[in-house]
């Protein structure tokens, strides 16, 4: 039992807050009546001393915990809770993040490091910039207080004892000072390597919207109400670009390990990411407007609050409980929903009259758009990104109206639409097939050179963008495809982004003026509309039982069977392939495959088994007979071989179940197999359960000598010999033991063979029987009594039902799209913010002068 | 009246048809009663029903119909609403793994034919706290034993 280190954590937290409220007074007063870059001295070399202090402790809170967890610490409710002695390292880091108080913690350290970063790049903003921060932190850092004064519990401490967790335990009467052996470990499906990056991800990304949101407020403190835009942009694009990327790659974490069917849910967790990330790049176009064009700063300014008003309306939604059981990943509910509510009040009210004090004083462009200025599109597009935003906002938030409703004491029995998919579809669809025209047109307007014309400009894509659509439209007719009217139209939105952006890059590229970022980011949003469109439209059920053996209970099943039973060893046909499944697996660490539980016998220690024949792979013989091994039993890998019946290829598929009881039973994740244009993914929905006992029939006792020849249903087995055996997996022989093992050889399906060593063992007269099972043909057999004198042996043999799986295999078209516009479009956002940074005052007149003079003579 | 007040307006027009929309394919949290009503009415609206499973003196669940060999996509049972209202229901999907176990049903779907036809199921499980038992401190059993 170590004390010392939890209260170490616990002290820290308590410095990092009081020092959090320092350094937001301390720079407030720095700040306060004086103007921007002229901040009182003293008062901010406090207030810098005391971000420095907080920044420390954080470090040191994270220390602490990772110490917690990393040494196994299990008198810590934390480490108890999140982690386990069979652990891997690397998912010792997503322990850390598994619980609320550890994915706050890595929200603090985030803003931290973005607040030393302003410190460095953004001196004369430091001050009021850095005062909102340090309030943030200081709300944030009271999430994880975990102190309580007078009845009222502030946050939730990452330090707590199990034992002042779980009071009511018996087992502290008997020994307070105890401690488990072992966690409960890490929820089997965050054991993924894409679950230790995207957190970190995705946290920086929400730490992100906090720069531009505070120079904002810095902005409208300091009645310096236009200047905060430069010096924002760069961390806005940043923001946009790991956001977003931080979102696909939990789309990818879910396409690779849920089995919901692909990448994307309409879970409320998820879209609680999605709104303000589609809010942010909104607030992108307006400050890109504002700072190339002189054009849409109230539109930053609101668009920037209620990003980050958003983010705290996301953490809210996903940690105060109120979602309940609309959503599956389940943040446990910390009794936080008050704090989090000020928190959300705090700044929402606070930001909003701010804005409302200074929005007179906002300047506001004469400026006239017509349907020739770039300007006008951006500014259309980006108000459908908020549409669409809105949509989902209403719809998620349907938990909340109950839960408000009810609060106010009028019932509400709302539920979120049956159909997920189809109500957000509905508009989503649209959205995008706006965002693809808009973004082309203005892409094109915006880098037009001053003598082409828009229609000359527009032309050449939208002519190639119209014949590819019809190519496209024809070909997915030829393979018996049918494409309804809003799939064309997306379809061709999408080309036409394509086209356009490809376009303007060409474009700049031959006038050798500097790679366009934002062309970039909007060629990889097309491709990413272009790959949603055919992985999702045109997602294909490969599992449909095409044999016709299968007699439906009922026949108006109209198809709708979208999984098919195979049974161990037989090959079943699915739409276009042969599908074969070919036993169970198990993950042997060190090993380069998965090995066949049939090769080894498991232990009464789960993470140990026996080898019961030689283990090779490849020419490389990894454990001999008898041998013990390390396995990894969480995971049960089903091998499925897949024949594609038209050109014959072959691969083979470990799609996995893992029992996890914090999912309420067997779980089953996805196996890819990866084509240039598709996928195949196909997971198990259904197998008899792993932690069941296998029923066995009652053994059939069949006496036999050596020679002798046994039916067992369609199979039949010779008791070759009788020999003895110097090996008995599992126990270790000892001097006076008699070990026999009966020689077997069984002729399954196909002729197959397979070799059978029932054990008899005597041991001071007690008598010991290691029986052999064979999975493939559901048999059990045991040698039970030995009869020296008349040379005769009885078996006794008992079977079960074979083995099956009932798989679901879907294919998954062009998915590759998405994941690549995804990259691209994380790469020109990075590429923008570089360009931002780079770009000096000369290069935004050059820019507006440019498309000044192409507007001029558009209109002439 | 100028273009960008013409362009507020269509703004707000979309927010509105956006709020409608969420509005109508809201469903509702109702019971097998009002789900036989709306059915019997002709009312094709899918509903969230909350339950129970039904269960023996052992806690298993009973009225579980699921045979993956005669048909693997059909899977029915009975619940029993927040109203002790039972209903057989009919899920043309593999049985959900966690279904034994839960301590709360939600399904989705509607009445048709006599039988609840769901298109999800919804399961709510015993808190992770629960079961799990602190100490796994017994001395694990010798492999002779556990062979026999």
């Known amino acids: 039992m170590n004390l010392l280190i939890g209260n170490l954590g616990q002290a820290s937290v308590i410095l990092a807050f009081v020092a959090a409220a320092v350094a937001a007074y301390g720079y407030f007063q720095a700040a306060r009546g004086r103007a921007l870059g002229e901040a009182d001295a003293s008062w901010l070399r406090l207030a810098r001393g005391a971000f420095f202090v907080h920044g420390a402790a954080v470090l040191a809170v994270v220390a602490c915990l990772f110490n917690i967890i990393y040494a196994h610490r299990y008198e810590y409710y934390y480490a108890w809770s999140h982690s386990s002695n069979h652990l891997p390292v690397q998912y010792m880091i997503s322990c850390f993040w598994e619980g609320q108080e550890g994915s706050f913690l890595l929200w603090i350290f985030w803003h931290v490091v973005l607040g030393l970063g302003i410190m460095k790049f953004n001196k004369q903003w430091e001050a009021p910039v850095l005062a909102v921060f340090a309030a943030v932190q200081a709300f944030l850092v009271s999430m994880i207080l975990g102190v309580v004064v007078g009845s009222v519990k502030i946050g939730s401490s990452p330090f707590i004892l199990l034992r002042d967790f779980m009071v009511d335990l018996p087992v502290w009467k008997l020994n307070p000072n105890f401690v488990p052996k072992d966690g409960t470990g890490l929820n089997a499906l965050l054991q993924n390597y894409w679950m230790v990056i995207h957190p970190p991800t995705l946290f920086l990304g929400f730490a992100l919207t906090l720069v531009p949101f505070a120079f904002a407020i810095a902005a409208l403190w300091k009645k310096e109400l236009t200047s905060w835009v430069k010096p924002a942009l760069p961390w806005t694009a940043l923001g946009g670009a790991v956001l977003g990327i931080g979102i696909m790659m939990g789309a990818y974490w879910a396409y690779e390990t849920l089995n919901f069917g692909g990448y994307w849910n309409w879970d409320p967790v998820e879209n609680a990411v999605y709104i303000p990330w589609l809010v942010l790049i909104a607030a992108l176009h307006g400050m890109v407007l504002w700072q190339r064009r002189r054009i849409g700063l109230r539109t930053a300014y609101s668009l920037v609050v209620a990003t980050f008003v958003l983010i705290l309306y996301a953490t809210f939604l996903t940690r105060s409980g109120v979602l309940g059981s609309a959503s599956v990943h389940s943040f446990t509910d910390l009794g936080l929903s008050g704090q989090l509510i000020i928190y959300l009040a705090f700044f929402t009210v606070g930001a909003i009259a701010l804005l409302a004090a200074r929005w007179k004083n906002i300047p506001v462009s004469e400026k006239e758009l017509t349907a020739y200025s770039p300007e006008l599109w951006v500014f259309v597009g980006a108000t459908v990104l908020c549409l669409a935003a809105f949509q989902v906002v209403v719809t998620t938030s349907i938990p909340v109206y109950n839960s408000f409703l009810g609060f106010i004491g009028i019932k509400s029995n709302l539920a979120l639409p049956a159909d997920q998919i189809q109500h957000y579809t509905r508009i989503q669809l649209w959205a995008g097939v706006l965002i693809g025209l808009f973004s082309g047109i203005a892409q094109i307007l915006w880098w037009r050179p001053a003598k082409e014309t828009v229609l000359n400009a527009l032309a050449t894509p939208t002519m190639l963008a119209l014949l590819t659509t019809a190519l496209v439209v024809l070909l997915t007719r030829y393979f018996g495809h049918t494409m309804s009217a809003p799939y064309v139209t997306l379809l061709l939105a999408g080309l036409f982004g394509v086209m356009t952006n490809f376009s303007a890059i060409f474009g700049l590229w031959r006038r050798k003026v500097q790679l366009s970022g934002g062309a970039v980011s909007h060629l990889g949003i097309a491709l990413m509309l272009l790959g949603i469109l055919a992985s999702s439209g045109y997602s294909n059920i490969i599992s449909r039982n095409t044999s016709g053996k299968l007699i439906s209970r009922d026949m108006d099943d109209k198809g709708n069977e979208e999984n098919v039973l195979l049974w161990r060893n037989e090959t079943g046909a699915m739409n276009g392939y042969d599908v074969t499944y070919t036993g169970q697996y198990l993950d042997v660490p060190g090993l380069p495959e998965y090995v066949n539980t049939q090769l080894i016998y498991r232990t009464d220690d789960e993470y140990k088994a026996v080898a019961r024949a030689e283990i090779k792979q490849g020419d490389k013989t990894y454990y001999h007979t008898g041998d013990s091994l390390n396995i990894l039993p969480e995971n049960t890998y089903y091998r499925v071989e897949y024949t594609d019946k038209k050109n014959g290829q072959k691969f083979t598929l470990y799609p996995r179940a893992q029992v996890n009881e914090e999912m309420g039973g067997l779980l089953a994740s996805p196996a890819l197999q990866r084509f240039w244009d598709h996928d195949i993914y196909s997971h198990i929905s259904s197998v008899p359960d792993p932690r069941k006992e296998i029923p066995w029939s009652t053994a059939v006792p069949h006496e036999l000598s050596v020679g002798d020849t046994l039916f067992l249903n369609d199979y039949f087995a010779v008791f070759r010999a009788i020999e003895q055996a110097h090996e008995v997996p599992g126990i270790k022989l000892e001097q006076g033991d008699i070990a026999l093992q009966a020689d077997m050889i069984i002729t399954g399906e196909k002729g197959r063979q397979y070799h059978a060593h029932p054990i008899f063992l005597l041991r001071d007269r007690q008598v010991g029987r290691v029986p052999e099972i064979i999975e493939d043909l559901g048999l059990k057999l045991t040698l039970d009594q030995i009869d020296p004198v008349k040379g005769k042996f009885t078996f006794a043999i008992s079977t079960t039902s074979k083995d099956y799986i009932i798989l679901k295999a879907t294919e998954k078209p062009f998915i590759n799209l998405l994941w690549g516009g995804t990259l691209l479009m994380g790469l020109g956002l990075v590429l923008s913010m570089r360009q931002r940074k780079a770009a000096k005052a000369t290069a935004v007149s050059a820019a507006a002068g440019r498309a000044g003079v192409a507007r001029q003579q558009a209109i002439a | ?148």
Do not use: W
């Open chain 2, 1 to 148: 009246m100028k273009k960008s007040h013409l362009f507020v307006l269509v703004v707000i027009a979309a927010a509105v048809g956006i709020i409608i929309s969420t509005m109508s394919d809201a469903s509702t949290y109702s019971t097998f009663a009002i789900a036989r009503q709306q059915a019997a009415s002709g009312n094709l609206a899918k509903v969230h029903v909350v339950g129970t499973l039904p269960r023996d003196a052992d806690k298993r669940p009973v009225g579980l119909e699921y045979d993956p060999m005669v048909n693997p996509n059909y899977f029915a049972f009975t619940m029993i609403d927040t109203l002790q209202v039972s209903q057989r229901v009919v899920y043309r999907n593999p049985k959900p793994q966690d279904l034994d176990k839960s301590e709360q049903v939600v399904i989705v779907g509607a009445m048709k034919d006599g039988v609840f036809e769901a298109d999800q199921i919804l399961t709510k499980c015993p808190s992770k706290y629960v079961e799990k038992d602190l100490g796994k401190t017994g001395p694990p059993a010798t492999a002779m034993n556990t062979r026999r």
